[in-house]
């Protein structure tokens, strides 16, 4: 009998055991499990994410159709069908899947922001996991704190290793009725209607302004606004260009997605190309000249590349990014150089040795563009702006954020003006938007264009302004 109740003791305290390893199974990492998504990863999703993150729905105009059939509406106005039809951003805003992300079929989910929900193989890029992984409280985490407590550790660990193992969906496709209207429109690099203005840049004499878009260099004449010539470019795409510290070339950056990234420099105001420099293995994003033989390239590949101009090969390629590169500026000393990029850092690089001095990881969503103030006789500041849709005010040698101004809309490009007491922004409802650096309080905003404003320069010499945008729209902005 005593020996009975031992045995059945020990067989208890071994199952105990057994189910205990049974439930540490998920969280301990064993590369051999593979993780079957339907099962293991999707309930969550539907769960705790699919109530934001689907399909537009078509569901709550239809029963809006009906009521407004029942009450027999007499003026036929908003009749639900058109609004449908033909989205107003305003309209459409209830019913379509938040941040342009929607998670409940799998082209939904590789079409959201350009593919960078899931990267399979890297959850630490992967937007999804980066924003489930993000610590309680902080903004941005998901699901959001209004909608229930962050997933659990072993939830997140599932997806992660998920996502490690290639982000295999098996049989699911999910949910098919509607995966096409995704609107993207919280993101740029996405032409909306046709190649936009991407990059615009004045002459030293002030007398002409370069806009690129994909057709190749479009010389105006300032400020007049009349189309001078057109000069052709070998890249496909174009992002950004730089006229040298003499003024008598032009460096153009741009390439053919995920194949190739290429600067091509052009005599000024000849428009010869001299030179094509072809290391990039992605777009590039941005050009800066450091001296008149040399120049720094940022790229979709990640890296940025320091060029040699006289012989035309690279001398420093400086790694550090986790995701493109979006812009890059020399502080005066011209041995640092700072960098923005689609991971949200501002990046500080010292020259003299190629090493990364330090990252500064404020924004919580990709940064777009970055510009030195000019005459600064104390430490240097930075102005970023980003998706978050602020405006970052940094002193990069110190690595501090001093302060920031958030916009009613995402900023996409950014400069000083008047010597370094005000800046401007460029945003995607079009409008430029002033903001003064020591209050950080928005003090202007004009309707520049239609669409968004991708691009902005500033005069060297007539304190105007010029807009870039969709359609290859090019305005003059002339600020009091
Ligand atoms: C209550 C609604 C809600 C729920 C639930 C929710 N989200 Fe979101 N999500 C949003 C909103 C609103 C945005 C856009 C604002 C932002 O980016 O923070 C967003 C944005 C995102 C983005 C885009 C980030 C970017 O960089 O543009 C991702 C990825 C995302 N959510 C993932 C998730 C995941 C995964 C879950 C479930 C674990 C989830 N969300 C649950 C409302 C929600």
Redesign the pocket.
């Known amino acids: 009998m005593k020996c009975e109740q031992h045995l059945n003791l020990a067989a208890s305290i071994f199952s105990f055991i057994f189910i205990l390893v049974l439930a540490a199974r998920p969280v301990s990492a064993e590369p051999q499990t593979k993780i079957d998504f339907e099962t293991q990863v999707l309930p969550?999703?539907q769960d705790?994410?699919f109530?934001?993150?689907s399909a537009p729905k078509a569901e709550p105009q239809s029963s809006r159709r009906q009521s407004a059939v029942g009450s027999q509406k007499p003026d036929g106005m908003d009749a639900p069908e058109t609004s449908f039809r033909k989205p107003k951003a305003e309209s459409r805003k209830p019913f379509k899947p938040?941040?342009?992300?929607q998670?409940d079929s799998m082209k939904g989910i590789e079409e959201s922001?350009y593919g960078e929900?899931i990267i399979a193989g890297e959850p630490e890029d992967s937007?999804?996991y980066q924003?489930?992984t993000l610590s309680e409280g902080e903004t941005?985490i998901?699901?959001?704190p209004?909608?229930g407590d962050p997933?659990t550790k072993q939830e997140t660990d599932l997806i992660r290793k998920w996502i490690e193992q290639g982000a295999d969906y098996g049989a699911w496709t999910g949910n098919q009725s509607e995966s096409k209207p995704l609107i993207t429109d919280?993101h740029p690099h996405q032409p909306t209607v046709m190649p936009p203005i991407t990059a615009l840049a004045f002459s030293h004499d002030g007398k002409s302004v370069v806009a690129c878009s994909q057709v190749g260099l479009d010389v105006y004449d300032w400020p007049t606004l009349n189309l001078q010539r057109t000069i052709a470019v070998q890249a496909r795409n174009i992002h950004d260009l730089a006229f040298s510290p003499d003024g008598n070339q032009l460096a153009v950056g741009g390439g053919n997605p995920a194949t190739t990234g290429t600067i091509e420099i052009f005599s000024w105001s000849q428009g010869e190309s001299l030179r094509i420099l072809s290391e990039h293995r992605d777009s590039v994003t941005a050009v800066v000249w450091r001296d008149a033989s040399s120049l720094a390239s940022a790229s979709l590949d990640r890296d940025i590349i320091l060029w040699d101009l006289r012989t035309g090969t690279p001398v420093q390629r400086l790694k550090g990014h986790s995701r493109g590169v979006s812009s890059l500026c020399f502080l005066d000393d011209k041995q640092t150089l700072v960098s923005t990029g689609v991971d949200q850092n501002v990046r500080v690089w010292d020259l003299t040795t190629g090493e990364l001095i330090r990252s500064l990881n404020n924004h919580t969503?990709p940064a777009h563009d970055l510009a030195l103030r000019p005459n600064d006789t104390g430490l240097p500041m930075i102005a970023s702006v980003s998706?978050d849709r602020t405006v970052r005010l940094w002193q990069p040698t110190i690595g501090r954020m001093v302060k920031f101004a958030r916009l009613k809309e995402a900023p996409l490009n950014v400069a000083w003006l008047n010597g370094g007491t005000r800046i401007i922004a460029a945003c995607t409802d079009g409008a430029v938007r002033l903001v003064d650096p020591d209050s950080v309080e928005v003090t202007g905003e004009i309707h520049a264009l239609k669409g968004w404003a991708y691009s902005l320069a500033v005069h060297p010499t007539d304190g105007s302004v010029v807009v870039g945008g969709p359609d290859a729209q090019v305005r003059r902005i002339v600020l009091k």
Request: glycine share 10%; hydrophobic share 45%; proline share 7%.
């Open positions: 969550t999703l705790r994410c109530s934001c993150h938040k941040g342009g992300v998670l922001l929900v937007l999804l924003r489930i941005g998901m699901p959001p209004e909608a997933l919280t969503l998706d």
